[in-house]
C-alpha cells in the first residue's frame, strides 16, 4: 500500500497510527490504518493499494471507503482484474 507517484511518503510513527481515530467497520492492523492516515493528509492525491491474495486488500479498500464516506468525503473505486485463460 503506497502514496501514489514520486512523491515521498508522510512519515508516520507508531503511536500517531495507534492514536488515529478512523471509522474502519472491519478488523486492520497498523499497516492497513496507516493508509487510512495517507488519505487524510492533503498532499496525498492517489492511492495504491497492491499485494499478493491475502494481505486484506478487499478489507482495506472497504474501511477506507467507510472512513472516508463518514469524513463527507466522496469515493471512487476502481479495479483491474487479469483475466486468465482456460486451462
Do not use: W, Y
Not at 29 to 41: E, G, H, P, W
Not at 69 to 87: C, E, M, P, Y
Request: glycine fraction near 8%; charged fraction near 20%; include cysteine.
Amino acid at each position: 500500500m503506497t502514496g501514489g507517484g514520486d512523491q515521498s511518503q508522510v512519515e508516520l510513527s507508531p503511536e500517531q497510527i495507534d492514536a488515529a481515530r478512523l471509522v474502519f467497520p472491519f478488523p486492520s492492523n497498523r499497516a492497513q490504518r496507516k493508509v487510512a492516515l495517507l488519505i487524510d493528509d492533503p498532499t496525498t492525491s492517489v492511492v495504491r493499494v497492491e499485494g499478493p491474495p491475502g494481505t486484506g486488500k478487499s478489507l482495506t479498500i472497504a474501511n477506507l471507503a467507510c472512513h472516508l464516506a463518514a469524513s463527507g468525503r466522496k469515493v471512487l473505486i476502481t479495479s483491474q482484474k487479469t483475466k486468465r485463460s482456460k486451462s
